[in-house]
């Protein structure tokens, strides 16, 4: 599973791997080979980063956990995920007057998943491993994260247009030497 990720998630991961007092899974405590769990889905576009990982044995993460919690709706991730590329355009496009429209889409799915996968937890994973595994996901973060996320991407584009706009400035000054030297120098 681990290929699928890139250097940045490996360094993270090992940052993480190096918290640890001891090379256990921080769920069970059993000893083996650890994988980094995205506490927060990286389906909500929370990043790559150690404080986001929870350090769990190889086969409680995938045949246990991921088995027992994922939400099984291929469509509905889909949409989001399209959703997700039409707000990002809508935001380089500086359609801001459309982008409460999909904000409010995608937080209908969030909302939905959250749901399946809370439920999910509670039906199928063992109760011993419920409370901790409750803990370590940050369920009241999917929101936050998605928020800041959206924000995020608005402010990158107000930027550069104020970049853009700086840059033109600039320009102009340069090409008609408005405060070029000559023009303050009096030829009396």
Same mark, same amino acid.
């Given at each position: 599973? #681990?290929?699928?990720?890139?250097?940045?998630?490996?360094?993270?991961?090992?940052?993480?791997?190096?918290?640890?007092?001891?090379?256990?899974?921080?769920?069970?405590?059993?000893?083996?080979?650890?994988?980094?769990?995205?506490?927060?889905?990286?389906?909500?576009?929370?990043?790559?980063?150690? /404080?986001?990982?929870? #350090?769990?044995?190889?086969?409680?993460?995938?045949?246990?956990?991921?088995?027992?919690?994922?939400? $099984?709706?291929? $469509?509905?991730?889909?949409?989001?995920?399209?959703?997700?590329?039409?707000?990002?355009?809508?935001?380089?496009?500086?359609?801001?007057?459309?982008?409460?429209?999909?904000?409010?889409?995608?937080? $209908?799915?969030?909302?939905?998943?959250?749901?399946?996968?809370?439920?999910? #937890? #509670?039906?199928?994973?063992?109760?011993?491993?419920?409370?901790?595994?409750?803990?370590?996901?940050?369920?009241?973060?999917?929101?936050?994260?998605?928020?800041?996320?959206?924000?995020?991407?608005?402010? $990158?584009?107000?930027?550069?247009?104020?970049?853009?706009?700086?840059?033109?400035?600039?320009?102009?000054?340069?090409?008609?030497?408005?405060?070029?030297?000559?023009?303050?120098? /009096?030829?009396?």
């Amino acid at each position: 599973m #681990m290929e699928q990720y890139g250097k940045r998630h490996r360094e993270e991961r090992q940052k993480k791997k190096d918290t640890l007092a001891e090379q256990r899974c921080e769920i069970t405590g059993k000893r083996g080979k650890l994988e980094a769990h995205h506490d927060v889905p990286r389906l909500f576009n929370d990043p790559n980063h150690h /404080s986001n990982y929870t #350090m769990l044995q190889s086969h409680f993460h995938q045949k246990i956990l991921h088995a027992a919690c994922n939400v $099984d709706a291929p $469509d509905i991730v889909r949409t989001r995920v399209e959703l997700i590329r039409k707000l990002q355009a809508q935001i380089n496009a500086r359609q801001y007057d459309a982008i409460p429209g999909t904000r409010e889409q995608i937080e $209908d799915i969030d909302e939905y998943l959250i749901d399946q996968y809370i439920e999910n #937890m #509670m039906n199928n994973l063992a109760h011993k491993y419920r409370d901790k595994v409750f803990k370590v996901t940050a369920v009241n973060s999917f929101k936050t994260i998605r928020d800041l996320t959206i924000e995020h991407a608005i402010k $990158d584009t107000i930027i550069l247009e104020q970049q853009a706009k700086i840059n033109e400035l600039l320009a102009l000054i340069e090409n008609n030497h408005i405060l070029g030297e000559e023009e303050y120098i /009096s030829e009396d």
